[in-house]
């Protein structure tokens, strides 16, 4: 049984203790991380209704201040983009 980060066939994805592949928003150590429906982590733009996130290429949710695309972009404390 595979668990914790794993990259199959070139994409990463996560593994719970359990051996479950992880989708949707998850804890590690106390941190948020997101994967795709698709179980597939990659640093993407995540939104819920007027409210946007961004994770990065480990699917770590990110705060503070934050390059995206050549462009500094400000996230708070809870991960919110308020650009």
């Not at 668990?3 to 150590?29: D, P, V």
């Not at 597939?40 to 409210?51: D, R």
Request: aromatic share 18%.
């Amino acid at each position: 049984m595979v668990t914790g980060f794993q990259t199959i066939s070139g994409t990463k994805y996560y593994f719970a203790n359990s051996g479950l592949m992880q989708t949707g928003w998850f804890k590690i150590n106390g941190e948020d991380y997101y994967a795709a429906s698709s179980g597939v982590i990659s640093a993407q733009w995540v939104g819920s209704g007027n409210t946007w996130y961004y994770v990065d290429a480990e699917g770590k949710m990110v705060t503070g201040d934050y390059v995206i695309h050549e462009r500094v972009n400000h996230f708070d404390a809870n991960g919110v983009w308020n650009n």
